[in-house]
């Protein structure tokens, strides 16, 4: 099959200039009236309030250290902490470096938490006194709009569930809670790389870049130093509460923690009074959160049908030495299952559950967890009962769930991941991490939680692609506020599937990470008799699949596999049973015997998620040196909305991408072509800086785009990239160190006027076409795009767009650009990678076009390596 697959292969994307983006944007009406306007307008009243603001800080913060220094073993407190509200549209965040305050992190609306080693914030007291004197340097604080009362700290930095509790704080209590600690110390960013142009000769100049290459390996330095000295406090401030971390290194006494560029976080377990103490006197702290109940359920009602014939003479081959790896990060494996024994790399297998670190087996009963999910990486759709069945990739087994299915209290999530990663990462190359656990609740939205970010963390420093379950939504049990049970929204009269889209099925923490690719679950058929009937159709979201949008609006799940469906009577509330459309799944057979070995009695994303890692594998397997970028795009690029959802209207289509994503992937698509379907892709790492812009292109034949003709095609581009993440930035642009988005040609654009209006320093010939309206784009960049308004394509790592295009609109070239913007790190030799495929389909069957464009590529390629190998039958 692999062999027919690769008939008409990708095509290597041509790449054909690059220079410095032409960026647009960022431009403000300098007439308009902002705060900080209105606060230079009213100089001294504004800065008569800030002074007052400051100095009754200053004397709380004192007031509070003296009381705190009355009690005994508390250790000292070295940086006084404030909230300040800022002027978002003008602020920028180095105004606060000059007057010695630390940022420690960004929140919506202008907040900003910060902390100053200076307990009497003597240099921000003299920039007001500038202000109010109307003196060079005090611009700043026009700035700054408020400066809030010390004990609002609690609503800044705590979660909405524990802020709901937090007047209920008991002292003698115990706590157990997540904190995250900002420690980059005063020097958030680089100092401004040099301009060339302010340097008389070429000397000085090469000598300032020596300098500042210099010091930006001693601020890096710096960062640890800072993170390692935080670390030391922290650990003071729980000790001496007697509290501990629940997280430790294996001897259980030495405190560990989970580090990405710009934070820590860890587990403590805490008095109330000891919790109290860290929220309103640690200065570095920003946020602090409940621990994520994390139990995967196996929704253990009885199936409606469970007939499966038993499995005779069947035989899996192992998969070849070199084949692709699998790491199933969950609640173990039955591996010497008759169907899984010859695929499981057991030298590898190992246990993470403290106190059971040699014992990997699945313990979970009524059937286990891990072994169906290892199951469905095996056999994506059916399970064969006889004959031989040649596995695609190796099985390695990391057990982390306990035989409840739940991850022990003493395993966090980050520094689980880290280790994980590392053992197989650096001994066996392992590069695809099926992670089908999540969170019972919905992810937050304030940052992105330490889970997801060291999911983005680990996916920007390995060549490494995790596949997440956008997690479950309850039938009838774990109801709560937070996260309604289905039986609940249907008996409250909300219907499937609007039900969905409601803020309790939001998707689970960790499946809002920006890296990952998140899988949710579709119905394979629907099903009825007398008595029992199906929620949705073939194809319609699953009705326990939880949705989207992600964190900042990014799009989740990024596509969806089919994970099982659930059925429901006619009683009020209705009973709900699995469905006999659910998925064959391998059962483990540890907790009963005699035990079915195949079954189709339960559901869920946990088991839709491995059906997307066995066509990455199939991908590592077909292009071993290409880099999981390319593998998550193929993925994409693949997947397609069900013929049910094109018929729908454009307000019916945003809550289904909301549900479903870009849709159901396709191996074969991912993997190959046919004569109708051409897809080109890039090949290796390529590497991008902020501000630059890198084009491709592909040459049309001109059979395609005769202006006689009306073809209609079917364009697609994905564009999959990776950068460094900084939890403390609550924003998509300023949580990655660098952003991508692409642009193409417009409507009758030449392919030079195209670089002309990407790149800065070229000029097209004068009567090279314009072009004009842009392609009728599913997505668009902008929200306010007219297809479908409120969402973008470009607020992820994963950018997908598709449009049908009559043939005619296009010119002999069709152009993309990939342009790099700066986000946190203004490092000008900073790079990320990226992925890029771009796909054209002739929506009529009679007109083959692979053949065409594979031809017209080779005719405009003189470098040997992109040659395209076209096998015809």
Not at 9 to 17: D, E, N, S, T, W
Not at 381 to 397: D, H
Not at 572 to 597: F, G, I, N, Y
Not at 795 to 805: P, R
Request: glycine letters at 6%; charged letters at 25%.
């Amino acid at each position: 099959m692999a062999q027919e697959l690769r008939v008409f292969p990708h095509i290597p994307l041509r790449f054909v200039a690059e220079g410095r983006a032409k960026l647009s944007g960022g431009r403000s009406d300098p007439n308009r009236i902002t705060q900080t306007k209105s606060n230079l307008d009213n100089r001294q009243a504004h800065g008569g309030i800030l002074k007052n603001s400051v100095s009754s800080l200053v004397t709380d913060w004192q007031i509070a250290q003296k009381q705190r220094q009355e009690e005994e073993q508390l250790p000292p407190v070295e940086a006084i902490t404030l909230i300040l509200q800022v002027d978002p549209e003008t602020f920028d965040l180095d105004d606060l470096r000059t007057s010695g305050i630390e940022i420690l992190s960004e929140l919506e609306n202008g907040y900003i938490i910060g902390a100053s080693a200076d307990a009497e914030l003597t240099e921000f007291q003299k920039k007001i006194d500038l202000f109010l004197n109307q003196q060079r340097g005090g611009g700043v604080v026009a700035k700054v709009l408020n400066i809030l009362d010390r004990q609002q700290r609690p609503e800044f930095i705590l979660s909405e569930d524990l802020l709901a509790k937090w007047d209920g704080i008991r002292d003698d209590q115990v706590y157990v809670v997540e904190v995250g600690v900002s420690c980059l110390g005063p020097k958030t960013r680089l100092t401004t790389y040099p301009d060339e142009r302010k340097y008389q000769s070429a000397e000085n100049y090469a000598k300032a870049i020596t300098d500042w290459i210099s010091n930006r390996n001693i601020t890096y330095q710096e960062w640890d130093e800072t993170a390692s000295e935080r670390q030391q406090q922290l650990i003071q401030f729980v000790e001496s509460h007697q509290g501990k971390f629940l997280s430790s290194f294996e001897d259980g006494m030495t405190p560990q923690f989970s580090k990405v560029p710009d934070s820590f976080s860890c587990l403590i377990e805490i008095s109330g009074k000891g919790l109290r103490d860290i929220v309103f006197n640690f200065p570095y702290l920003f946020e602090v959160v409940e621990r994520d109940e994390i139990f995967q359920s196996l929704q253990p009602l009885e199936p409606l049908i469970n007939e499966i014939e038993p499995v005779e003479e069947f035989k899996l081959i192992s998969p070849s030495l070199d084949a692709p790896k699998v790491c199933i990060i969950d609640s173990g494996i039955q591996e010497n299952h008759p169907s899984l024994v010859n695929a499981i790399d057991s030298n590898n297998s190992r246990s993470w559950v403290p106190l059971e670190i040699n014992l990997t087996a699945d313990l979970v009963s009524n059937g286990g967890h891990g072994t169906r999910v290892a199951g469905a990486v095996i056999y994506p759709r059916t399970i064969p009962r006889s004959g031989k069945y040649q596995a695609e990739c190796w099985l390695q087994n990391a057990r982390v769930l306990d035989s409840h299915c739940s991850l022990p209290q003493k395993l966090y999530p980050p520094q689980l991941l880290e280790g994980i990663v590392e053992f197989y990462y650096s001994r066996t190359n392992t590069r695809i991490f099926n992670h089908s656990i999540a969170g019972n609740f919905p992810c937050r939205l304030r940052y992105m939680s330490a889970w997801a970010a060291t999911i983005d963390c680990l996916s920007y420093e390995k060549d490494i692609l995790f596949i997440v379950a956008a997690s479950n939504i309850p039938l009838n049990h774990h109801s709560s506020p937070a996260r309604l049970s289905i039986r609940a929204h249907l008996t409250a009269g909300r219907a499937y599937p609007n039900y969905l889209t409601d803020n309790s099925c939001r998707i689970a923490n960790p499946a809002q990470s920006l890296q990952a690719l998140t899988v949710g679950s579709v119905t394979l058929n629907s099903y009825r008799d007398p008595d029992w009937s199906s929620l949705g159709e073939k194809d319609q979201p699953s009705p326990f699949s939880c949705s989207g949008p992600g964190i900042w609006d990014t799009i989740k799940p990024d596509v969806v596999e089919y994970g099982g469906d659930i059925v429901i009577d006619n009683n009020s509330p209705p009973t709900l049973k699995c469905s006999p459309t659910s998925p064959e799944l391998v059962r483990s057979t540890l907790d009963s015997h005699p035990a079915p070995l195949i079954a189709a009695d339960t559901f869920g994303t946990s088991f839709a998620s491995p059906k997307v890692s066995y066509i990455a594998a199939r991908l590592a397997s077909e292009f071993p040196n290409e880099s999981c970028l390319l593998y998550r795009a193929l993925i994409v690029q693949s997947a397609r909305w069900p013929s049910w959802a094109d018929s729908k209207t454009n307000e019916e289509k945003l809550q289904i991408l909301r549900q479903i994503g870009y849709g159901i992937p396709n191996l074969e698509r991912a993997i190959a072509n046919t004569p109708y379907r051409s897809t080109f892709i890039t090949r290796g790492d390529e590497r991008i800086r902020a501000r630059d812009a890198r084009i491709y292109q592909v040459q049309l034949p001109e059979s395609l785009r005769l202006p006689d003709e009306e073809y209609e095609i079917l364009v697609e581009i994905t564009l999959s990239y990776k950068a460094q993440p900084r939890r403390t930035r609550r924003h998509g642009r300023k949580y990655l160190s660098t952003w991508l988005d692409w642009e193409c040609s417009k409507q009758g654009e030449e392919p030079e006027r195209f670089k002309e209006r990407i790149l800065e320093t070229y000029n097209s010939p004068e009567d090279a076409e314009k072009g004009g309206e842009l392609f009728n784009w599913t997505l668009g960049k902008e929200k306010r795009y007219k297809t479908l308004k409120g969402v973008s394509r470009s607020l992820g790592t994963l950018q997908k767009d598709w449009a049908v295009v009559n043939s005619y609109n296009f010119r002999q070239a069709f152009c993309i650009a990939v342009v790099g913007h700066e986000g946190w790190n203004n490092d000008p030799y900073a790079e990320v990678s990226f992925a890029l495929v771009v796909s054209f389909e002739a929506l009529r069957t009679n007109i083959p076009i692979y053949i065409p464009l594979a031809q017209a590529q080779v005719e405009v390629l003189v470098e040997p390596e992109f040659e395209v190998q076209v096998e015809i039958e």
